[in-house]
């Protein structure tokens, strides 16, 4: 027994390569090995002999089996040494950095505007971009010879010679989103409607589309004062403080009484400071919606009234962070997306200035 013990032992801390290793175990303990005929001749044996010889053929096959792995695992390790020196790839560096994306400042902030307006009980719809011309003229009152139906201020789909179906357009706004769900839901109802639209128009703080959100709430007993509060309420949670507003009749086809909104500012430098100083800034329009809307929109107006409102998400974004061009918005610059975008974790700051 002795004798084994020193052939495979020697056998196996000489072996140079994983296969003479495998040749070793199989001759040794393998199911026709050395020691494994021997611990079979244990049957045989006097229940005196078997006392005496089954220990230390166990203690040799366990003896073997160590060392076979010990041998097996040294011999791992210096083909893993070999490779490292022949490669030229060193894999104890540190990962190259993988390039991370940014939010779009205009996904930020319709993601902010959506959440503040959430909390009111505004749900959110969504329409299609490509409008019939009754969807986004004539069911919000905007008669046939209204500026923004020539086609110097609006998209028109080009049509087939001979097509005589209704003109179908780029949507100018999201107020046909509000048609559409007043049919579908009818009354009592409170919506935000945020999306892209569509206008012939480019310059500093025009591009032909960019984004807006309208909200519309209709009920029973829904006054400008139920107006005033919202928006109220909106921008001081938007611009992080206390913003006071002010009103000004206007004129839109789709309300009456119309309104534009202004926000208290500050102008220092260049910048503007919202909910403090003097002066005042346009930010949106808003009204009453108009009882023709109301029933192009299925809705009785002798049982229902309601508010509406828009803003443009693109200069809500320039005002609140301090992004003076529209135009770099769409410019897919990274430079510019990496200096104005938000990481996925980070929390918006609430003050900004233009």
Request: glycine share 8%.
């Amino acid at each position: 027994m002795d004798d084994l013990r020193d052939k495979y032992l020697t056998a196996i801390a000489t072996a140079a390569d994983e296969a003479t290793l495998e040749d070793l175990r199989v001759a040794a303990v393998g199911k026709k090995g050395e020691v494994s005929l021997q611990m079979r001749e244990l049957g045989k044996m006097t229940p005196e002999e078997r006392q005496a010889a089954g220990p230390k053929l166990n203690a040799l096959k366990d003896e073997i089996n160590s060392a076979l792995s010990a041998k097996k695992a040294a011999l791992e390790d210096a083909a893993l040494d070999a490779r490292l020196a022949q490669e030229w790839l060193d894999v104890t560096l540190p990962a190259r950095q993988t390039p991370q994306g940014t939010i779009h400042p205009v996904s930020q902030v319709t993601e902010e505007v959506t959440a503040i307006l959430a909390d009111m009980g505004f749900a959110v719809a969504e329409g299609p971009q490509i409008e019939t011309d009754w969807y986004n003229f004539d069911a919000l009152n905007i008669p046939s010879h209204h500026p923004a139906r020539t086609e110097m201020d609006t998209f028109y789909m080009a049509r087939a010679d001979g097509d005589n179906r209704p003109p179908h357009v780029l949507r100018t706004h999201t107020s046909p989103v509000q048609i559409r769900s007043m049919q579908d839901h009818g009354a009592p109802i409170r919506i935000i409607c945020p999306g892209r639209v569509y206008r012939a128009d480019y310059d500093q703080t025009h591009t032909p589309m960019f984004h807006q959100v309208e909200g519309l709430a209709i009920d029973k007993d829904i006054s400008m004062a139920n107006l005033k509060w919202v928006l109220e309420e909106f921008f001081s949670a938007f611009f992080g403080t206390s913003v006071k507003t002010r009103f000004r009749a206007s004129h839109f086809p789709f309300t009456e009484p119309s309104a534009e909104v202004d926000i208290q500012c500050s102008w220092e430098g260049g910048t503007v400071k919202v909910g403090e100083g003097d002066g005042w800034l346009e930010v949106l329009g808003s009204g009453m919606v108009h009882p023709k809307v109301l029933e192009a929109g299925g809705i009785d107006p002798a049982q229902w009234q309601g508010f509406a409102f828009g803003m443009g998400i693109d200069r809500m974004a320039m005002l609140k962070y301090g992004i003076p061009d529209l135009r770099a918005f769409f410019d897919s610059d990274l430079r510019w997306l990496r200096h104005y975008g938000f990481s996925a974790l980070q929390v918006p700051t609430l003050h900004g200035g233009l």
